[in-house]
């Protein structure tokens, strides 16, 4: 496994009240495969996190290795990870002047928040 990027931080996910197609974006400028996190406070209440990747003209859910997600919508703190296998069609997405490969952590469902996850040193890694 190689570390491509870490960065550090305490990160709220997405808005106060999340709305379906909220999400927090990770992105680089090359193919990764991996996703490390810590979630520093898990997240309570009724909603669902789908990894997604852009195919070009959609986003698409990514298919998970294994266990594959362990981050299960940011509902436990610690070391979460989720592994997929990097897609063929994976197109490169423009967010904010960047164009990179993004996996985007999308809310799929949402009912309630009673509280916030924080997400903090986010790193991507690549198996070779």
């Known amino acids: 496994f190689q570390t491509i990027k870490t960065e550090m931080g305490d990160v709220e996910p997405f808005p106060a009240v999340p709305a379906v197609g909220d999400g927090l974006y990770v992105g680089n400028v090359s193919q990764f495969d991996t996703v490390r996190l810590w ?48 897609p063929t069609d994976w197109a490169v997405f423009t967010i904010d002047g960047n164009s990179l490969y993004w996996v985007k952590f999308e809310v799929t469902a949402y009912s309630s928040i009673t509280q916030m996850p924080k997400i903090g040193n986010v790193s991507i890694g690549a198996y070779p």
């Open 39 to 86: 979630v520093n406070r898990q997240g309570l209440g009724t909603f669902t996190i789908t990894a997604k990747y852009y195919n070009g003209s959609s986003w698409i859910a990514a298919t998970l290795i294994g266990s594959g997600d362990q981050i299960f919508s940011y509902k436990r703190s610690g070391h979460r990870w989720l592994s997929f296998v990097r």
